[in-house]
């Protein structure tokens, strides 16, 4: 069985299958999508992360929606500031098709090995502080959301 | 040529993006993009446009230094340059890397090579053509060059020390907090492994962006001078070093001091801080508390 929620699993599977070209390109086409992934005006969101690390060049905003009647089922939407790097771009709207619909406490466990599958190793080497980023703060919004519920069901 | 690059002691080495425009059919010219952000030529670039990145292309794999002369020679072959082609440098970050790649194509002596002023942005800004098409050039014969110029515009660790033991001029061309040892790392930019905060004994701060206008372009001779003359007190014939944390940034200024100014002795410090920074029993001076 997959280490990874089946969404992500049918991403890392098809990025293993192109080339170093077709790669590359399929990640520009993510990276354009990111817009996708942003929030709406009107959405209300169960925690909102919004930031500027020194791991980026700009703000990037982690909102989450936890749907605890369907099994804490997560929905992840992101804003990227205009100077978020390409491959961050593209990490962002892979992760976000990836994990959205994934259980809060599965997001947590997914492993980070995954990366160099999708954006391959070269550019791993490369540019390796950029890759892991997002993946960082999706699950640090999902560990600080369940901290609070545990906390407010404790208090 | 405009008047602001008219004035500059080598205008020959800056293009507007004028200039550029009308010579992208030239097939004398080649278009170069290098940034920061690896993937973001692909997303559209200059026409005609090639990609040179720093690490892939530029560094060698397994030591900390440049590609050595076949590999130079080998980089220039795979996009149709020869030793009479006019290499155009562009990118992110107001230039940084096109600074450093035009660095790096000096260090082999590839003269015929200028830099877009305002780079990538104010190509974009003033709503030129991209395009996401990557040129196809024939491979070109380029001869290996004869040696690599690091003794002229390369300043390395043991040599920078000695520098600063002789009191010679050095220009670090970081951000404020890095120069007082605040950080060790460029504001919004991740840890690098530096050990430890501060600047080269003797350094004088003077921050790259200061070159550099709001859009990009480099400012006027008149400021520059106004900096590096009048307040850094630098002559045209000082032997300066400058420095940043991996070189990029100090290529910048080391073109503003070379080409924009003329001074005549200018090295850049590509080990940089995070050599300097880290190397043992090696002094450090700390302004930050």
Known sequence: MSRYPAALDEIIELFEMLSEEERRELLISYADAAVRHEPAGDEVFDLEDVRKDEECTDTVGVFLRVDEADGDRVEFRISLGSKVQTLTRAMTAILCKGLNGTRAGAVLDVPADFVPRIVGAELVRLRSQTVYYVLGRMKAAVKVYLNRRRAAAAG | ??????????????????????????????????????????????????????????????????????????????????????????????????????????????????????????????????????????????????????????????????????????????????????????????????????????????????????????????????????????GEDDDIIAYC???ERSSHTWFVLKYLLGYNRVRNYDGSWTEWGNMVRTPIERTAG
């Open chain 2, 1 to 234: 040529m405009n008047d602001k690059i008219a004035a500059y002691a080598h205008p020959e080495v800056l293009v507007d993006t004028d200039w550029l425009a009308a010579h992208l059919e030239d097939p004398s010219v080649r278009v170069i993009e290098s940034n920061e952000d690896i993937l973001l030529y692909d997303t559209g670039h200059i026409p005609g446009a090639v990609h040179i990145d720093w690490r892939r292309d530029l560094n060698d794999a397994t030591i900390r230094d440049y590609v050595d002369e076949d590999g130079f020679a080998v980089l220039c072959s795979r996009h149709g340059i020869t030793p009479d082609t006019n290499v155009v440098f562009y990118g992110d970050k107001s230039n940084w890397w096109a600074c450093y790649a035009f660095w790096v194509f000096q260090l082999f002596g590839h003269d015929q090579a200028r830099v877009l002023d305002g780079g990538r942005a104010k190509w974009e800004v003033e709503g030129r053509t991209m395009t996401r098409e990557k040129p196809a050039y024939a491979p070109s014969d380029y001869p290996r060059p004869a040696r690599r110029r690091d003794d002229e515009i390369r300043a390395f660790q043991d040599q920078t020390l000695a520098h600063m033991r002789a009191g010679g001029p050095m220009v670090d061309v970081r951000s404020p907090g890095e120069f007082s040892g605040e950080i060790t790392h460029m504001p919004e930019y991740p840890q690098e492994g530096v050990l430890r905060g501060g600047h080269i004994p003797g350094a004088v701060s003077c921050p790259w962006a200061r070159a550099a206008q709001e859009d990009g372009t480099f400012k006027p001779v008149e400021q520059l001078r106004g900096i590096y003359q009048g307040e850094l007190g630098l």
């Open chain 2, 245 to 247: 944390r991996i070189g």
